[in-house]
């Protein structure tokens, strides 16, 4: 078996890659650009998802596709739509139609649990919008599909743009951590390589044309998280907490009150967020001492 692995060299793609190679996949990863972790084996194609000849051609011979590719960054999103709607509406399209014309036997969407919130701004609305699509092509074409809505996650890899790297690298280089916000947030953090296990394990004939949460097992507030943080570096990190009325974000859940129901994938096992907060740290340390 093949499978594809457009954002590949972005944190979540990257971990997922690896994992299929771990699972006996034969693993190409696309990308705008090359991947700092392919590991040997993998097959390297530096390209743009809105390349509809570079798009069909990386496509053929594959038996499934994962789309991770496209704007992640919720700020980001809300700064730059159009870019937004190009990226991850346009860009899934044309994955999509290559995937329906190279008869690929699975399509795996990276969606969001915002995708169902009234947060969110343009990232949460460009994700509905390729969900529906994605949808329209499993009706009109036959073409199967497991859309992933993943919650908040955390790791080596990550990118400036993730929450848990920011605050790390604020604690360890400012010593303190800024949140917007009272704090009183909860989150399920999802320690990036079980999130990549169950992007795989979705690959069974169960999840066939579902929506299937990724989600952790440990909802925390976010002001108890800080605080876990500190703690572990030895009460030495200041906590501040900024006045914000942002609307891009949720408080305890983000889902608003729709029929269309997920299911909800539970990892046999999972990384404890205090030792992958300390696996975070360390690799943080390593980089800015």
Same mark, same amino acid.
């Given at each position: 078996?093949?499978?594809?692995?457009?954002?590949?060299s972005g944190f979540l793609g990257s971990h997922v890659a690896d994992a299929l190679t771990g699972a006996g996949y034969g693993t190409v990863i696309f990308d705008i650009k090359e991947s700092p972790y392919r590991q040997k084996g993998q097959e390297m194609i530096v390209g743009d998802i809105?390349?509809?000849?570079a798009?069909?051609?990386?496509?053929?011979?594959?038996d499934v596709v994962y789309n991770f590719a496209g704007m992640a960054d919720i700020q980001e999103a809300y700064e730059k739509p159009i870019e937004t709607v190009e990226s991850n509406i346009l860009g899934n399209t044309i994955i999509l139609e290559a995937c329906r014309l190279k008869q690929v036997k699975r399509f795996v969407f990276?969606?969001?649990?915002?995708?169902?919130?009234?947060?969110?701004s343009f990232y949460r609305s460009s994700k509905h919008a390729c969900e529906l699509i994605i949808e329209n092509y499993r009706e009109v074409f036959g073409l199967p599909y497991t859309i992933l809505?993943?919650?908040s996650l955390y790791g080596p890899r990550a990118s400036k743009g993730n929450w848990i790297y920011k605050i790390l690298k604020q604690a360890i280089t /400012?010593?303190?951590? $800024?949140?917007?916000?009272?704090?009183? +947030? @909860?989150?399920? !953090?999802?320690?990036?390589?079980?999130?990549?296990?169950?992007?795989?394990k979705v690959l069974a004939p169960e999840f066939e044309n579902q929506c299937v949460i990724i989600?952790?097992?440990?909802?925390?507030?976010?002001?108890?998280?800080?605080?876990?943080?500190?703690?572990?570096?030895?009460?030495?990190?200041?906590? /501040?907490?900024?006045? $914000?009325?942002?609307?891009?974000?949720? +408080? @305890?859940?983000? !889902?608003?009150?729709?029929p269309k129901i997920a299911r909800r994938l539970i990892s046999d096992s999972y990384l404890d967020l205090g030792q992958g907060l300390l696996q975070c740290l360390e690799e943080l340390y390593k980089k800015f001492h």
């Amino acid at each position: 078996m093949k499978a594809i692995v457009f954002g590949g060299s972005g944190f979540l793609g990257s971990h997922v890659a690896d994992a299929l190679t771990g699972a006996g996949y034969g693993t190409v990863i696309f990308d705008i650009k090359e991947s700092p972790y392919r590991q040997k084996g993998q097959e390297m194609i530096v390209g743009d998802i809105l390349d509809r000849k570079a798009v069909e051609k990386a496509v053929a011979g594959c038996d499934v596709v994962y789309n991770f590719a496209g704007m992640a960054d919720i700020q980001e999103a809300y700064e730059k739509p159009i870019e937004t709607v190009e990226s991850n509406i346009l860009g899934n399209t044309i994955i999509l139609e290559a995937c329906r014309l190279k008869q690929v036997k699975r399509f795996v969407f990276a969606s969001t649990v915002y995708v169902y919130s009234e947060a969110g701004s343009f990232y949460r609305s460009s994700k509905h919008a390729c969900e529906l699509i994605i949808e329209n092509y499993r009706e009109v074409f036959g073409l199967p599909y497991t859309i992933l809505r993943y919650s908040s996650l955390y790791g080596p890899r990550a990118s400036k743009g993730n929450w848990i790297y920011k605050i790390l690298k604020q604690a360890i280089t /400012e010593g303190k951590i $800024t949140r917007y916000g009272n704090g009183e +947030e @909860i989150r399920e !953090y999802i320690h990036v390589e079980d999130a990549a296990r169950c992007s795989v394990k979705v690959l069974a004939p169960e999840f066939e044309n579902q929506c299937v949460i990724i989600t952790g097992q440990q909802p925390i507030k976010v002001k108890d998280l800080m605080i876990m943080i500190r703690e572990m570096l030895k009460n030495k990190v200041e906590l /501040e907490f900024l006045p $914000t009325d942002s609307s891009l974000h949720y +408080e @305890i859940t983000p !889902y608003t009150f729709n029929p269309k129901i997920a299911r909800r994938l539970i990892s046999d096992s999972y990384l404890d967020l205090g030792q992958g907060l300390l696996q975070c740290l360390e690799e943080l340390y390593k980089k800015f001492h």
